[in-house]
């Protein structure tokens, strides 16, 4: 090999670079994005930490663990104990991932302006515009959260996304920005969301209707809720009614043992799916879902609860009691990691032909 060809030309390298970074930053083609469901949303969790990318754990040692392999969680991630802000690695893989579910928008967990969560923002709009994905907010129950400065968090989440291309805006909704409020029963008083709810859609968590005065529909986020769907087919119908909008949350199960050790929240199986499929036809039957307006999914990443359909590891650490996915819809080994994205994928579809 000639001494030329050892070297490498700068300017060749940078161009190299440039062009394939800016390849990476195009949006998904329109047609490509067309196929993704904006009706079904996924509760999506962008606080995870790790050193390397980071400086430091975050979320992952909850309960008392110690990370990479020992984690707060009953099931252990394909990615292993990844840093929401490594955009290009983790991020760009999770919309891959989101895309292959058929899915068309993540529900952002979003703690105040400032928070780590916040600042994680942006690179996950740059990544969910590669996949043709959109990003919805859920305001999450921040220390000194009131109605006043959810107002004010709505209008700075306007001012500092809504230009970008992956921010969501409802089609069937007026164009309007989509949040989702964590805990809205926590407040009694949300007659202050009267000076933004025209302009976008605000949905309390909750099927009480006697509770949404000011807000423009509900939701129920609770999994273990979604195997019986309590209350759903009466908060379907007054949101009919009332020219509301309906998403209730199904889940594919609930574990939380690790992650709060000595806890009283009951498990909920997955059943090898089976949980899954109940809770996504629970909601679909207008005799129990009360015909849902979206579907929203808990939950694309919440670790800690077991609610995941993030893919998990079939080779998960030994030693620590992990579960994995086998046996979902039959699979087994590395076919399983994904079966809840495919499953997912196969009730999007569902639903779409209902609507």
């Not at 009706?39 to 979320?59: A, D, I, S, T």
């Not at 008392?64 to 009953?74: C, F, L, Q």
């Not at 594919?252 to 050790?261: I, K, L, S």
């Amino acid at each position: 090999m000639s001494a030329g060809a050892k070297r490498r030309n700068p300017v060749f390298v940078a161009t190299l670079v440039m062009i394939l970074c800016a390849l990476w930053a195009q949006p998904v083609p329109e047609a490509e994005a067309a196929k993704l469901s904006t009706n079904v949303q996924l509760f999506y969790y962008p606080w995870y930490g790790n050193p390397e990318v980071g400086g430091e754990w975050r979320h992952w040692q909850q309960g008392g663990h110690t990370p990479p392999e020992d984690i707060g969680a009953d099931l252990y991630p394909k990615l292993g104990a990844y840093d929401s802000g490594d955009v290009r690695g983790t991020v760009a893989q999770h919309m891959k991932w989101v895309q292959r579910s058929g899915a068309g928008v993540i529900v952002y967990s979003w703690w105040g302006r400032g928070s780590y969560e916040d600042r994680m923002a942006r690179g996950v709009l740059d990544a969910a515009a590669k996949r043709g994905v959109k990003v919805a907010w859920h305001i999450e129950p921040y220390e000194g959260r009131t109605a006043e400065s959810v107002v004010a968090d709505i209008a700075y989440l306007n001012a500092a996304y809504g230009d970008h291309s992956a921010y969501f805006r409802a089609p069937d909704q007026g164009r309007r920005p989509v949040f989702y409020i964590f805990w809205s029963l926590q407040i009694a008083d949300w007659t202050a969301l009267d000076q933004v709810n025209r302009d976008n859609v605000i949905l309390a968590q909750t099927t009480d209707t006697s509770k949404i005065a000011h807000f423009s529909g509900m939701y129920t986020y609770d999994g273990i809720a979604g195997a019986t769907a309590p209350g759903w087919k009466e908060a379907g119908a007054y949101a009919r009614e009332h020219g509301l909008i309906w998403a209730p949350s199904v889940a594919p199960g609930y574990v939380d043992d690790r992650a709060v050790p000595g806890n009283t929240t009951p498990t909920l199986g997955r059943d090898d799916g089976a949980t899954y499929d109940k809770e996504w036809s629970n909601a679909l039957d207008p005799a129990i879902g009360g015909s849902p307006t979206w579907v929203s999914v808990t939950s694309f990443n919440e670790w800690h609860e077991g609610s995941s359909i993030e893919p998990a590891s079939s080779k998960p650490p030994a030693g620590f009691g992990y579960q994995t996915f086998a046996g979902a819809y039959g699979k087994r080994g590395k076919a399983a990691e994904t079966a809840y994205l495919d499953r997912t994928n196969y009730w999007v579809k569902a639903f779409e032909k209902r609507r």
